[in-house]
Structure formats: C-alpha cells, structure tokens
C-alpha cells in the first residue's frame, strides 16, 4: 500500500462511517418521535391526572421538557409526534423494541389504544386487484425506517391515504431527499399523474427531473380555492405549465370563485421599472369596493421570496396606476399550499392588503391511481431483501 491507498481508504472508511452514523441516529429519531406520540395518545386516553392538563397538556409537556434542557421537542414536534403514531402504526413494534426496557407496561407489538395491528399475513396484492380495498397496502417498518422524520413530516400532512401512499413509492423508488419530495408534492405530481392517460410518462418525466435537481376585502378570500372549474382535457401527459394555463384560460369561472364584483382587468399585466419587466398573472377590479386586485399565481408551494415579489407589485400599483376615488390595490398570491407560520414571518411589517391563499385543482378519481400505486406497492416489496 502506497500513500496514495493510504489516504483514499482511510477517506473511504470515514465517508462509510458518516453514512452509518447518520443511519442510525435518523433510524433512532423516527423511534423516539412514533415513542412520543404514543405516550402522548396513551396519556390523553388513559392518563390518571390529564384532567387536571386540559387541552394545555402539550404546551405544559413542551414547556417543562424545555425546562429540563431537551431541545428539538416543540409544540409543533409534538402535535406531529402524536400524528405520526396515528399515521403509522406499523412502527410500533420496532419503536417499541427499541424502548423496551423504558416502557414495561408496553409489550412489544401491542398499542397501549389498540391502534397497532398485527403484522400483515396475506398475499401481497396483485395488479388489477387493489382498487377494491379501502385502504392502500401500507408498506411494512423496515422500509419506511429508511426515511428520515423531515420526510414523514411531509407524509403526515397529506390526509389522503392513497395521496401518500403514492409518495411513498416515489420518494422510496427515486431515493428523493425531502427538498425533491416538497417540490414533487408542491407541483401536484400525484393531482398530474392521475389526470394523465399515460401516467408512466408523467412519473418518469418527474423521476428524470428528480435526477437533475362594501364589506371588508378580507371577506372575500377564500381559503382554499376550488378549482374544480379548470375541466381539464385529457391528455397523455400533464405538466405544470399545463395547470397554470388552464387556471388562466378559465377567467368567467375563476370570477365566480373569487366571488361577486370582481371585473377582469388584464393578463400577465407588464410592470416596467427602469429597463426591467416583470408581469402580473391577472388584474381584477372590484366595482363595489373600487380598488384593484393583484394575482400571482404559483404552481408550486409559497415562498417567502413570493411576498416581496407582491408587496413591490403593490408599491408599484399604488404609485402609478391608482385612478381618482380608488382604494388601495390588493395583492393575492395563488399557490398549492403554505405553511401559516411561514406566511406569517414572511408577510410581517408589509402592506396589510397582502393575502396568501392555497388553491386545489380538481382531483383525480380515485380508482385511477389505486391499481397503480398497489402495483409499485407489491414490486418494491418483493424486490427487498427479506429482514433478517
């Protein structure tokens, strides 16, 4: 052996042991959190004293764990504790395996509530078959413990069960880290796939881009927005451009969403300031309350960029474009989906007329997704190693 050996073998055993180190301290974080929520669910079902803790039971257990020095367990980290042990119940009998010697009034497998089942014994499904169940075949602990907690913090909030099976699959089957699975999620891949004829295509275009890397205004934003107006064709393939052309194409109705008043104004409306342009998705008046409103509409989740983005449309507007006897503008950003702490850190100190909505598009029959995602369910199973 060389220097040369020496240094890439002693390079390539610490890469390794990185790898394995995080391996394990993010199989042992899933553990902990499913343990916590179970704990929780256990107390607020069965607890002795929990009368005495009200609804103020998660606020005092995050204070007084923070009091004890712990860090990383919030009041959000335990709301979505409490949600994964729901979600997931699967990995209960490695979570509490795991504890075991810390939780002798549990056995291990048993849900102190009975929501554990016992470990699936049938045939794995076969195509054709699944869209009978009313639930999709949920993918067994050992391999949902190879993703990480940020990944099921994103499951979790996905309330339909087919909905996150399916980005299960895909996050398992692509490798995505969570940055892919937001974008995926946020571009409405699932919504996408099953609207298309030909949803292999889809996925496999989403998979190479994977590899790449007179009252008050406020009454009359809604939140969501149900599009189900859009009436998509059918098409082999949707992308995202695909929806936000359809949005637009479908002015008559999208006023009837927004409510009465309202007056369509222009599309992709220019604003040039200096030698640069930037545009407008829709302008709308309101000939009632007589002030504009300002659209932005993004395919994607918001961003706090997208605030500054409209407060400067609003300054804009306000400067140049106001006529006599007009209220100031209104400024809507349209987007698939938003965190409220997010929007609120990010809409803080701006113009009060700046409102964030999320927006659905109309939703794919269910029976055109289930024989797929069972499909993708059943291969990925059997081509894992059996668990040792």
Known sequence: MNYTDLLSTVSDVHSAALRGTAKAVNHLHVLRNWTIGCLIVEFEQHGEDRAAYGERMLRNLCDDLAAKGMTGLGLSTLKGCRTFYRTYPQIGQSAIGQFQGLLP?????QSPIGLLPAPATEALPQPGDAGAGAAPTPLPAQVLLRLSWTHFLEFIRIDDPWKRAFYENECLKGNWVVRDLQRQIGSLLYERTGLSTDKRAVL????????????Q???LIRDPYILE???LAEKPHYLEKDLETALLDHLQSFLLELGTGFCFEARQKRVTVGDEHDYIDLVFYHRLLRCHLLIDLKVRPFKHGDAGQMNFYLNYWKDNMLAPGDQPPVGLILCTDKKQTRVDYATAG???QLFVSRYLVALPKP???QALIERDT??????????A
């Open 378 to 387: 059943a291969a990925w199973l059997q081509n894992q190693p059996s668990e």
């Open 105 to 109: 009034h549990l056995q291990k497998g």
């Open 217 to 219: 205004i406020a009454d």
């Open 204 to 215: 496999e275009h989403a998979r190479q881009k994977a590899l790449e890397t007179p009252g």
């Open 229 to 231: 107006f859009v009436g």
């Open 350 to 352: 701006m113009d009060p």
């Open 367 to 369: 029976e055109d997704l």
